[in-house]
C-alpha cells in the first residue's frame, strides 16, 4: 500500500509540475508583441517594387525616345492615326491629382510641374514645320509610379499614367494619314536616340 501512495503522490507532483509550466508559457507568449504585417500599399501607391511601370504602345503607332531639345529632353514622341504625342516621364510614386488648373503631387500643390512640357511639345511643333507639315502635337506629362486622378489638361498638358496610355493615344484628337505618319517619323527620327517598333512596350 505504501508504494501505491508513493506512486500516486508523484503522478500529483508531475500534473501540477505540468500545468505550471504550461501556465508560466502562455503568459510569456501573451506578453510578446503581435508581429507586424506587411502593410499594403494604398489605392494609388507605387507597385511595391517601385519600379517605373512600362506602357503599351498600340499597334499602328510609332514610338520614337530620347530626344534632346533646348526647352529641354523629350523621353518619347508617340506618332499614330489619331496624331503626335509627346512624352516626358515622371517617376515620382504615390498620387497625382490636379485642381483649379495646378498639378499636385502627393497633396503639394507644383505650380510649373507642366510647364517645361508645353514648351517642349511646340519644340516638336516647330520642327514639323519647318519640314512643311501643320501638327499640333499632344503634350503628356506621363507618370509611371503614381496613381493619376486628373482628369483634365493642367495649363495645355495632360496627366496621364503609364497603364492608361495606350488608351488616352487611342482617342481621336487630330487624324492623320499613312503617308503623314511615316512622314512625320521620318522627320523626328533623325533626331532621336532611339526607335521602337510599332505596337511594343516602352
Do not use: C
Not at 507642366?114 to 501643320?134: E, F, I, P, S, T
Not at 495632360?158 to 503617308?179: D, G, H, I, M, N
Amino acid at each position: 500500500m505504501d508504494s501505491v501512495w508513493i506512486l500516486l503522490i508523484f503522478v500529483a507532483i508531475g500534473v501540477v509540475a505540468v500545468g505550471v509550466l504550461w501556465t508560466i508559457d502562455r503568459s510569456r507568449n501573451r506578453r510578446k508583441p503581435a508581429r507586424s504585417r506587411p502593410r499594403k500599399p494604398r489605392r494609388g501607391g507605387a507597385p511595391r517594387d517601385d519600379r517605373p511601370r512600362p506602357f503599351q504602345v498600340p499597334e499602328g503607332f510609332r514610338l520614337l525616345r530620347n530626344l534632346e531639345t533646348q526647352s529641354g529632353h523629350i523621353d518619347g514622341v508617340v506618332v499614330g492615326p489619331t496624331g503626335v504625342y509627346v512624352l516626358v516621364f515622371n517617376d515620382t510614386p504615390g498620387r497625382v491629382s490636379s485642381r483649379n488648373n495646378t498639378l499636385y503631387i502627393n497633396g503639394k500643390p507644383q505650380p510649373n510641374g507642366v510647364k517645361g512640357v508645353r514648351d517642349r511639345a511646340q519644340w516638336v511643333r516647330k520642327q514639323l514645320a519647318q519640314a512643311g507639315m501643320q501638327v499640333q502635337p499632344v503634350p503628356v506629362l506621363l507618370f509611371r509610379r503614381a496613381f493619376v486622378e486628373a482628369r483634365r489638361p493642367v495649363m495645355g498638358v495632360w496627366v496621364v499614367s503609364s497603364s492608361y496610355l495606350e488608351r488616352f493615344v487611342q482617342k481621336e484628337r487630330e487624324p492623320l494619314q499613312a503617308s503623314e505618319i511615316q512622314r512625320i517619323y521620318e522627320v523626328l527620327r533623325g533626331l532621336a536616340q532611339g526607335v521602337d517598333n510599332p505596337g511594343g512596350k516602352a
